[in-house]
């Protein structure tokens, strides 16, 4: 039995997480979860995976949450920070599959990693913005981090029997989100509704709409750049609108393996629970000859800047990306709510960043820093308060 933490259950990554769990329920166990708002989701996860503790955001949606389960309920209920702490570190979990979308999945990661736990990361922020620092910080405490990412879940797959100095490059595919081949002209229009409107997969809305202004490409560069120790000169993105090749490595023999399976996160989140074994579950099977034809396209990093922006980023260095995902994120929050437009996201990360002169990341403190800056930076851009 696998004893595993879920921090953001009640997310897209969480609640997929959860059917894993249903799926072996014979051979994983959860013990903490943790969520934000959505306190009707959580009371049916605590009736039915009954974890021994569950942490909500806020003390008022706690003791609503209390009230609504069972007297007979055994879930601890805790809430902010502190409640995230302690499922991060909750001492019977082996494993802490980090869900949250955000900055606020930072810490709770540090944390689990300094209890030695392994790893499921779907949360991009902490690499993103810790880099180094985080990679590091697994090797000193001994902490195995596994991506949940289905792109990065492919190339740690296709590493799995070869060396990483073996490696040419890495083929990181994109499927191109709901806007592939438009041009500037066209996306000076585009609405939320359009933005969230993805094609292939059914995600949250961050991060359907870094799908569609390719960020969430960009962010996976840099991700996958601390994951494998490779140079950002050794990514190479490619659109492909099937979804089907989850991306690929070439190695220095000029011999390329790729992973493919249909668009389900469960694959990757099941793999990366169940690591080193593989599982057997009854998910759909790849048919290529259903498939039929499988296209590529270089994306078009001018119209689609927050791609290019990501790689400059990397090539920065130090707090530079972490200041790229603040802004990116203050930018989605404004575009959701209808204050600036789809193509301000990208003008204004790229504003952000020229203001900004990167520094050593040494600490959780230096990104926290960062974040700050980024955000205050913003509200004098806009005069907005953050």
């Known amino acids: 039995m696998k004893y595993i933490s879920i921090l953001g259950s009640t997310g897209s990554i969480g609640t997929q997480t959860l059917d894993v769990v249903r799926e072996h329920a014979g051979n994983l166990k959860v013990c903490a979860i943790t969520g934000n708002n959505n306190i009707e989701l959580?009371?049916?996860?605590?009736?039915?995976?009954?974890?021994?503790?569950?942490?909500?955001?806020?003390?008022e949606k706690a003791l609503t949450l209390k009230k609504m389960l069972p007297k007979d309920c055994k879930t601890d209920i805790s809430f902010?920070?502190?409640?995230?702490?302690?499922a991060a570190e909750f001492e019977k979990s082996e494993i802490a599959v980090t869900a949250i979308s955000g900055m606020i999945g930072l810490k709770p990661t540090v944390a689990a990693i300094k209890k030695h736990k392994k790893i499921a990361l779907a949360n991009?922020?902490?690499?993103?913005?810790?880099?180094?620092?985080?990679?590091?910080l697994a090797k000193k405490y001994n902490s195995q981090i596994i991506p949940v990412d289905s792109e990065h879940s492919a190339i740690f797959q296709c590493l799995m029997a070869?060396?990483?100095?073996?490696?040419?490059k890495i083929l990181l595919t994109a499927?191109?989100?709901?806007f592939r081949g438009k041009d500037t002209e066209y996306l000076k229009n585009v609405t939320v509704e359009d933005a969230l409107k993805h094609?292939?997969?059914?995600?949250g809305k961050k991060i359907t709409i870094d799908s569609a202004t390719l960020m969430n490409k960009g962010l996976e560069v840099i991700e996958a750049k601390f994951l494998f120790d490779i140079e950002p000169e050794q990514i190479e993105v490619l659109v492909h609108p099937q979804s089907i090749i989850h991306s690929g490595v070439e190695f220095i023999d000029h011999s390329t393996i790729a992973q493919l399976g249909l668009p389900d996160m469960r694959v990757p989140i099941q793999f990366a629970l169940f690591y080193p074994e593989r599982i057997h579950n009854s998910y759909k099977s790849l048919s290529l000859t259903d498939i039929g034809n499988l296209t590529f396209e270089k994306p078009d990093m001018e119209v689609f800047k927050c791609l290019r922006l990501a790689f400059d980023a990397l090539k920065a260095g130090g707090t530079m990306p972490a200041v790229l995902n603040a802004s990116n994120e203050v930018c989605v929050d404004l575009f959701l709510n209808k204050k600036i437009s789809f193509l301000d996201i990208g003008n204004i990360n790229e504003q952000v960043m020229l203001k900004h002169s990167s520094v050593k990341i040494d600490s959780i403190e230096t990104i926290l820093e960062a974040e700050e800056w980024t955000r205050q930076t913003i509200g004098s851009l806009m005069n907005i308060e953050h």
């Open 199 to 203: 094609p292939n997969w059914s995600m």
């Open 124 to 136: 991009k922020e902490t690499l993103v913005t810790g880099g180094s620092y985080i990679m590091d």
């Open 175 to 178: 499927s191109g989100g709901p």
């Open 80 to 86: 902010g920070m502190d409640g995230l702490m302690q």
């Open 42 to 59: 959580l009371k049916e996860q605590i009736i039915e995976f009954e974890p021994e503790l569950c942490s909500v955001m806020s003390e």
């Open 162 to 168: 070869n060396e990483y100095r073996s490696v040419n």
